[in-house]
């Protein structure tokens, strides 16, 4: 009897297990599915206020409305990122996400921060754009030993990772982001967002061969043009 009863209880004790596991991978199934819902959405709006806010003139309230938008819309990429990445354990896409959300975070800093004068939050996220570029580098070049043509872009945004960062420590360092120098600040972090947005879009709707291609294109194509921007404004005769 007692045997019976024992028998009885461990396949209750596993049906119950089985179907309370069930229920959780189910749960996180549709989890995963509403975050990548609100991700692709979210980036979308920032991909979409990006152009009408390059499209406006300075000066404009709609620049500054679209530039809002833009802004929270990654601060959605980003939020959704995180957990996916997590649930994916998928590095790489956790530190695009870093990267991504921080070119935006910074770019939208160095509009309001007239004063040029760092806060414990831009250290902080300088900081952690710093060691992302290096953990993409030690990703990357793991990538290569693998034979995963991926290394190409990791490397890339690694090092761009490592040049944005530095720039933007010394330009905390001197307090030197002021005027011109503020507005350049914000232009080549807030395009460079730009190019992590249109990056998404490619990547997510097309398919090459090798992969790494529509990651690094925008990077090469809008890179330059955030260069001549940087040198037309920053020749310009009028004050800002």
Known sequence: MKRLLFIVFYFIKKWIL??????????????????????????????????????????????RFFGKIYFWGMVGVFLTAIPLAIFKLNVFLLLIAIFSFYLAFAGMRFAVNRKGIPKLIDWIAVILMFFSGIAMLILGFKYYFNDDTQFVTLLIFGSIALFLSYNDY??????????KHRIKRHLTNMLAGTIAVITAFLVTSFRTEPVWILWVLPTIVITPIIIWWNF?????????
């Not at 549709?30 to 000066?59: N, T, V």
């Not at 037309?232 to 800002?240: G, I």
């Open 170 to 179: 010394i330009s905390f360092i001197k307090r030197n982001a002021v005027g």
């Open 232 to 240: 037309r404004m920053l020749n310009k005769s009028k004050p800002y």
């Open 18 to 63: 089985k179907n309370l596991l069930a229920n959780a991978l189910y749960n996180i199934v549709y989890l995963i599915r509403i975050l990548l819902l609100f991700h692709i959405l979210c980036g979308s709006l920032s991909l979409i206020s990006s152009a009408l806010s390059i499209s406006s003139k300075k000066g404009q309230r709609t620049l």
